[in-house]
């Protein structure tokens, strides 16, 4: 046995305590940080210090924010925001609640389709939901005029808080069905066991054990939903007509009247509310993980006839309703003239005399979204990866992990007016000394836009890739540093083949809500790169409805491939992995 | 066998390392010396720094003070890739995507080194660890005992001067265990290479190592062959770790070799665990349950041979080879009157031992334990 014939030559160049994957592993957390602190932290300090200052950039302490509660036309907003946030809330959650309930709970059929079709209005821009309600219960509606006056009509008075609430109660609706999903199915069976053969009521029992169970997860879900409703620009930009909200005065402010600071100052009042949810949200999560028992016994709905019939309505209602609703987006698009002429034809579909920008658009969204995607995957997988793998520098890592949850408190339309005053600056002034902005180029480019959506939707991809990478041996870094490899090796040839799965699932993630987004990219988008969710905003804007409507179905189309094109993926992934994973 | 020729070299040493997680203490003040080809065991519950150790003489955890000194070189300040280990870890951590080939022959690839001689180098470990052929499956597809061999293979691979084990065998079912334990020492010796093994189960440090290191919340209490360990445990507390112990509380010493238990007078012929203890200071005796012999009642020679008492046969559990027999001590005035004697089936039959019989009771001069009683 050859036991001396493969050896490290004992002689280096640098001194035999030197530990180069050591600095080359603090090296890059740093640069995480810098990064992090460049395009989160120094843009949001931005925003906040132009909120204290006069039109003419001096400092002016709350005189901004005195002005703004003094005057109840723009402090009005704030109210009106909370009202409409929080009635969305109630009604998603609840309306989730059951959803979720039906599919963890009970026996009723097609659980897959049901959870699929509810995912749907992830897949569009929130716009589109509000130009499928003009549709239906505008002045024209299909429901308003009864339809086409085959039905007697019935006008619901959409402009205002009624269709900006369900709007938003569509497109929250989904992400409070999935935060629910998650607590229901994690519940421990041992828990009804024990309640059961204590002799408790099935009542008895949904309060005492059902509610409590998924008391975190409830939590979780109604910040969420809070956040998203009182954050959303889109929705209430169509149809929310003169009930003034946060979200569209800071886009009338800014783009309207060129008011930059008292976009901020609205900015910050949006700011604060969401900050706090976001904090509630987060110990909410915390104290939900610690909750989980090691080995807890999933539980299986037994056989309720009564019970699964009355869900498996419920869960039609919904389907049907969410079903119409986009089916309604797709026939407006393809109706020659709603509701005079309803012939089909594509005519809407050429968008040449239309401003926004036509195709040119829809291809600088897929553009725009994949390089999103790409950049995006790469940026916050290799983050997640030093932050979560890599020893020693504790608070360096604490501060990058931070930093990277921070995101999911901003609001798009912050961060795209944080990074106006960022970037556009040719040059930033502090504490009296004025520096050149060396980012300046990167402004009205795509690589403006590319990075706000990176900084957008980073902090759920962080999590996504810090789930994954906790599931790894803590010791893989370890073994390969024993056996003298690089840990960057290890990086690409163990860690990224065996987390591919959340690696495309974070791709896809950024894709689709890179297509879809609108509020960070309004802000930032230029003449010369015209964005599709953008153009969408201004067709409608202009009054033509039909052509800002097919557009959006032409968004939720590219996104629903790219969602099946990640299942197609992941599935060829699943098959190659099956190989090393467990028995099969 | 000659491992005591090979261990005259000193390959390891490690002096005065004390380690602190922010507050906590995990390492007291440890020192301990490994020879050439030694296997060493460090044993201990869970939690009292075992690994920890383990880790800071591979480089994995930097000490607080105190060094590492490897043939009398410093390596304090190595880094893991420098020091020549191999390390097992406790859950193995094989790559799950790459082939048990590919696992063994990780760390050659980065060393300049042909295909050729990589590959014949990786056929040569798979064979020596007794999984040829076995070597383009994944790690999920085999059983527990071949992923640990994988995974020593692998530490072995690059011929390394030490190898560390953390508990490598605490997860395979028992039998695998201890055909594992006989193969991973005889692998050792022909190797070479001076081994450290992490466990918490004292039948594998006993039955495979050449010098126990026990250790209790971060401090190594004792250091010694596994006879020594076991013979002449160092504290009530790895009395008690290793194997089991009679405890006999509230003895007072007379003089040399002499302990009074209530009305008795007990002969002692081994002080070691007491040696700086004073006359009338209160001290522990200890002895083994197969050390109390029970005698033949009404035999002559109960009379004769000191340290024999009466005692009452309160239990007896059939334990196979040997009955353990829980004996009440006529001793007034001790709470630890109750002490277990193993006694092999053969002779209970002999002397028809039965429940509720009293038997007298002997301890052998030179089988009893003495420790001051502030070890308590
Ligand atoms: N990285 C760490 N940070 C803080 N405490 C630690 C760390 N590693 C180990 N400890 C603590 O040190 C003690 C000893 O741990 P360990 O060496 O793993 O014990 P053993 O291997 O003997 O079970 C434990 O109480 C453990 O909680
Ligand atoms: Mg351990």
Redesign the pocket.
């Known amino acids: 046995m050859p036991d001396n014939a493969i050896r490290t030559p004992l002689f280096f160049s640098l001194p035999e305590t030197f530990d180069g994957d050591k600095w080359i592993c603090r090296i890059l957390i740093l640069l995480v940080c810098v990064w992090l602190a460049t395009v989160v932290f120094l843009p949001v300090f931005g925003l906040l210090s132009k909120s204290l200052t006069d039109a003419d950039g001096n400092f002016a302490g709350l005189a901004n924010f005195v002005y703004y509660f003094q005057t109840p036309a723009l402090s009005g907003s704030l109210t009106n925001s909370l009202f409409v946030s929080g009635l969305t809330m109630l009604i998603s959650v609840s309306l989730g609640f059951f959803y979720a309930y039906a599919l963890t709970r009970t026996n009723i059929p097609a659980k897959g389709f049901f959870r699929g079709l509810a995912m749907m209005p992830l897949f569009a821009p929130t716009l589109l939901n509000g130009i499928a309600l003009v549709y239906l219960f505008g002045r024209q509606g299909l429901i308003t005029r009864g339809f086409f006056g085959t039905l007697p009509g019935w006008d619901i008075g959409l402009y205002g808080p009624v269709g900006i609430i369900i709007s938003e109660v569509i497109f929250t609706f989904p992400q409070a069905m999935l935060i629910l999903s998650v607590a229901l199915r994690m519940t421990d069976a041992r828990l009804y066991e024990a309640s059961y053969s204590l002799g408790a009521s099935k009542w008895r029992t949904f309060f005492t054990v059902t509610l409590p169970g998924i008391k975190y997860g409830l939590i979780s879900a109604v910040f969420v939903c809070f956040i998203l409703a009182f954050t959303d620009f889109g929705a209430p930009k169509v149809v929310g007509g003169n009930y003034n909200i946060l979200a569209t005065d800071i886009y009338k402010q800014v783009i309207g009247q060129q008011n930059f600071v008292m976009g901020a100052v609205v900015s910050v009042v949006l700011l604060i509310p969401t900050v706090i949810a976001f904090v509630a949200d987060r110990i909410a999560q915390r104290k939900q993980v610690s909750m989980i028992a090691a080995r807890s016994v999933p539980l299986i709905p037994e056989a309720d006839k009564v019970k699964d019939r009355l869900f498996l309505g419920y869960c039609s209602l919904m389907a049907f309703l969410i079903i119409a609703f986009f089916a309604t987006a797709l026939f407006a698009s393809l109706v020659k003239i709603w509701p005079y002429d309803l012939s089909l034809s594509l005519h809407h579909y050429n968008f040449r005399r239309m401003g926004g920008g036509g195709y040119a658009s829809f291809f600088n969204s897929i553009r725009m979204s994949f390089y999103s995607a790409l950049a995006g995957t790469a940026i916050t997988f290799a983050s997640a990866y030093l932050v979560e793998k890599t020893g020693g520098m504790r608070s360096l890592r604490q501060g990058a992990y931070f930093l990277s949850i921070l995101p999911l408190a901003l609001p798009g339309l912050v961060i795209g007016l944080a990074y106006i005053f960022f970037f556009n600056a040719p040059a930033w002034t502090v504490l009296g000394i004025t520096i050149p902005n060396p980012l300046n180029f990167l402004y009205a480019t795509m690589g403006i836009l590319v990075l706000s959506n990176v900084v957008h939707f980073y902090t759920v991809s962080f999590l996504t890739a810090t789930t994954a990478l906790k599931q790894l041996d803590q010791e893989f870094e370890t073994v390969s540093e024993s056996m003298g490899v690089p840990f960057y090796k290890t990086f690409f040839r163990v860690t990224v083949p065996v987390c591919l799965p959340a690696i495309l699932e974070i791709g896809m993630y950024y894709f689709v809500n890179s297509m879809a987004t609108v509020s960070a990219v309004i802000f930032l988008y230029s003449a010369d790169i015209p964005l599709a969710s953008v153009a969408v905003a201004n067709m409608d804007d202009a009054g033509d409805t039909a052509p800002a409507c097919a557009m959006s179905v032409l968004i939720v189309l590219t996104n629903v491939l790219v969602r099946i094109l990640y299942g197609i993926l992941t599935k060829g992934v699943h098959k190659k992995t099956q190989a090393w994973t467990s028995a099969g | 066998m000659t491992p005591k020729a090979k261990q005259n070299k000193l390959y390891l040493k490690v002096r005065n390392v004390t380690k602190r ?1 922010g507050t ?1 203490t ?1 390492l007291k003040d440890v020192s301990f010396e490994a020879g050439q080809g030694e296997f060493i065991s460090v044993l ?1 519950p ?7 150790l383990l880790r800071v003489v591979a480089g994995l955890e930097k000490q607080d003070s105190g060094q590492v000194v490897v043939e009398d070189r410093d390596v304090s300040d190595f880094p893991v890739s420098k020091r020549r280990m191999g390390i097992v870890f406790q859950s193995y951590a094989l790559f799950p995507n790459l082939t048990a080939r590919q696992n063994i022959a990780y760390g050659l690839k980065s060393r300049k080194v042909t295909q050729d001689e990589i590959k014949q180098r990786v056929d040569d470990l798979l064979e020596l660890v007794g999984l040829k052929g076995m070597g383009r499956k994944y790690p999920a597809r085999l059983s527990g005992g071949q992923q640990q061999r994988v995974a020593l293979a692998r530490a072995i691979a690059l011929s390394p001067d030490l190898l560390l084990l953390d508990e490598p065998l605490s997860a395979l079912d028992a039998k695998v265990r201890v055909m594992l334990r006989s193969e991973i020492r005889s692998l050792q010796q022909r190797l070479g290479v001076t081994a450290i093994m ?1 466990t918490h189960d004292q039948e594998e440090a006993l039955t495979m190592a050449d010098r126990i290191l026990v250790m209790n919340q971060g401090e190594l209490i004792q250091n010694g062959s596994p006879y020594e360990i076991y013979d002449r445990p160092a504290t009530p507390f790895v009395a008690a770790f290793i194997g089991s112990m009679n405890f006999i509380s509230s003895a007072v010493k007379k003089e040399k070799g002499l302990y009074q238990i209530g009305a008795h007078l007990l002969q002692v012929s081994n002080e070691n665990g007491s040696s700086g203890l004073k006359k009338q200071s209160s001290a522990i005796l200890a002895i083994r349950p197969e050390d109390v012999m029970v005698l033949p009642k009404g035999g002559e020679s109960e009379v004769n041979k000191p340290n024999v008492m009466n005692a009452r046969v309160e239990n007896m559990e059939y334990r196979g080879s040997v009955f353990r027999v829980k004996l009440r001590l006529s001793m007034a005035g001790n709470e630890n009157s109750l002490i277990h004697s193993d006694i092999p089936s053969e002779k209970i039959g002999r002397l028809k031992i039965r429940e509720t019989m009293e038997v007298p009771v002997h301890f052998p001069t030179d089988r009893l334990r003495v420790y001051s009683a502030d070890h308590a």
């Not at chain 2, 869970?46 to 920890?52: E, L, Q, R, V």
């Open positions: 997680f906590f995990a201990g869970s939690g009292c720094g075992k690994t920890t992490v």
